[in-house]
């Protein structure tokens, strides 16, 4: 209200410097308008002046190869330049820079130095900025000393100022806290319901959510999220569904939840139901189906969603999309469309997001481009454990062991601590070339690295010694770890029975996996080629009869290829062909 009054007055000068401001997106145009504000000494006028403060810190969002923090150090160069030293609205946009750029603890340093050194008067606005950085920084100390000054200056029942304090303490966990002042404000708005809910919900106290959840007489949108989004991350999507039914108005951000909530269940017929009714969908709504696909090995239909989000929307993939959608690329061998992501990225500078480029080291090794995929790791300019494992279960999968151990010694000799992910890496590594007395070296090295074996790590041994013929051994493992061994391990146990033709172990083993995994049509037919190699005939069709008795029928074998950027299923059995739509993407 105040900037707008005094816009009314500014000289035409002044109101070209706010133009330029709005549309300044790098650090020269910065540079440019602040020497031009000097030039016409501009910086007098304290609402133009906070304008250029702010921009400050937005360019380095927008810019982040620059130095992120650059663009701040600069506003609070000017800043303690200023001419108007004790304004709040001023004061108060330099402490808001600094939450906004994520510098907590220099917020709280400006507020104490400009309450020692000037006459500066806090107001609602500068306390609901603190109580959000000290909420965010986990800061409780500092968090409670501007409580005491809330109440010295006498702001205490400041509708704002208390419930970013309810907002704090609930975010400390500090429930009880959080409760009193709740409690004791006489004017509460949706915001300040909303954030003692979700800090019950944080809490885990779904008893004191719901209730006070039905004890808001107003309920908007935000409250229903978080109600919603709790009972989605419980897995309790009856009483997220029904909370979603009863919105009177329901946000994109309402739609997306649920539509997650549906895919993490494996139901995705009702996730794609609910994308499909969307009335509006932004890139949230579209990255959380096409992962909703990803995670439930349908990568297939995920290319297909990202195909249609292209070419019939003006959203643009981000981040999250691309990590969504190369599992998929992987999964269908999908190598030109992977290499068109690849380009995509590279144009967008996503490459330089780590997760990114481990999604690709990921993509490139399952298409067997492994070469590629070291390339990807070699120019990523940081790394975490994260991208090291990508490499080394690619090498791992490509049966290139040498270079996969290579790399885990590198990854020791930087500083990188290995976790379970890598070294079932490690061990596949071993598995996939034969190498026993390497793997039994590393997975009994597993303690020096304060890691536990998990029942992973003892079904990738049990695979080595299986395959290498030790099934005495591999017996011997599986009795003794501190796990139930499950149909996985049972199933690779067995085909190593098979390959060393030992039909009595194969007979016994198939028994136990038939207790797990009864639908399992490959253990049954293992042990049927099995009798039919040593002419057992009796015993095949015996197997072929059990088959029938519990309902299992042999799975038609399937595989996908890659012509021109169009996917091509083939199905055995099947004389049609069932293609998807052409991937030509630009």
């Not at 609901?128 to 501007?146: D, F, H, P, R």
């Not at 959380?288 to 195909?307: D, R, T, V, W």
């Not at 890496?425 to 598995?431: K, M, R």
């Not at 069932?578 to 630009?586: A, D, E, M, T, V």
């Amino acid at each position: 209200m105040r900037g707008n009054q005094q816009q009314s007055l500014w000289s035409q000068i002044e109101r070209k410097c706010l133009s330029l401001l709005q549309q300044s997106k790098t650090r020269a145009n910065l540079l440019q308008i602040h020497a031009f504000m000097l030039r016409n000494a501009l910086e007098t006028n304290p609402n133009l002046f906070t304008k250029f403060i702010a921009t400050c810190s937005s360019i380095a969002l927008l810019a982040p190869l620059y130095d992120p923090l650059a663009g701040i150090v600069h506003a609070r160069r000017m800043f303690d330049h200023r001419p108007h030293r004790d304004d709040a609205f001023l004061c108060n946009s330099m402490i808001k820079a600094y939450v906004g750029m994520r510098q907590y603890s220099e917020s709280f340093a400006l507020y104490r130095d400009l309450r020692r050194n000037t006459s500066f008067t806090p107001d609602s606005f500068t306390f609901s900025v603190l109580a959000k950085s000290c909420a965010l920084n986990m800061a409780i100390w500092e968090g409670q000393e501007i409580h005491s000054h809330v109440v010295a200056v006498g702001f205490g029942l400041d509708l704002y100022a208390a419930t970013a304090l309810v907002d704090m303490y609930a975010k400390f966990g500090k429930m009880d806290c959080a409760r009193k002042l709740f409690d004791e404000m006489i004017d509460r708005s949706q915001v300040s319901w909303t954030a003692l809910i979700g800090g019950y919900v944080r809490s885990g106290d779904m008893d004191n959510a719901g209730k006070l959840f039905d004890q808001m007489i107003e309920k908007d949108s935000a409250a229903f999220n978080t109600m919603i989004d709790a009972y989605v991350k419980l897995g309790d999507m009856c009483s997220a569904r029904k909370l979603f039914d009863e919105m009177p108005e329901r946000s994109v951000v309402s739609w997306t939840i649920m539509i997650y909530g549906y895919s993490s269940n494996g139901n995705l017929d009702s996730a794609r139901s609910l994308f499909d009714a969307m009335p509006e969908k932004n890139l949230f709504s579209w990255n959380a189906m096409i992962s909703g696909y990803c995670q439930n090995k349908q990568p297939y239909e995920a290319l297909k969603l990202f195909h249609e989000m292209q070419s019939t929307t003006s959203l643009e993939p981000d981040e999250v999309t691309i990590v969504s959608v190369l599992p998929a690329i992987a999964d269908l061998g999908a190598l030109d469309l992977g290499g068109w992501v690849h380009r995509f990225v590279r144009r967008k500078k996503l490459d330089k997001a780590t997760n990114v480029g481990t999604a690709l080291i990921d993509m490139y090794a399952k298409c067997g481009e492994i070469v590629k995929a070291r390339g990807v790791f070699d120019n990523m300019p940081e790394k975490e454990t994260a991208s090291w494992n990508a490499l080394i279960n690619g090498f791992a999968i490509n049966g290139r062991a040498k270079e996969a151990l290579g790399l885990f010694m590198e990854m020791n000799h930087k500083g990188f601590k290995p976790n379970e992910i890598t070294m079932i890496g490690v061990l596949s590594a071993c598995n996939h070339s034969g190498l026993v007395e390497e793997g039994k070296r590393w997975f009994k090295a597993m303690e020096e690295f304060g890691l536990t074996p998990k029942i992973e790590h003892y079904g990738c041994m049990v695979d080595l010694l299986g395959r290498a013929g030790c099934l005495q051994e591999a017996e011997k493992l599986m009795e003794s770890m501190p796990y139930e061994a499950n149909g996985i391990i049972l199933s690779s146990f067995l085909f190593a029975c098979g390959y060393s033709k030992d039909v009595a172990r194969s007979e016994r083993v198939l028994k136990e996996a038939i207790k797990m995994e009864a639908w399992n049509d490959g253990n049954y037919i293992m042990l049927r080629n099995l009798y039919a190699n040593e002419k057992r005939w009796k015993e095949a069709d015996e197997v072929k009869g059990l088959m029938r008795r519990n309902g299992v029928k042999k799975e038609a074998g399937c595989s996908a290829i890659e012509v021109d950027s169009r996917v091509w299923e083939f199905v055995a059995g099947i004389e049609c062909i069932q293609n998807g739509r052409p991937f030509i993407l630009s």
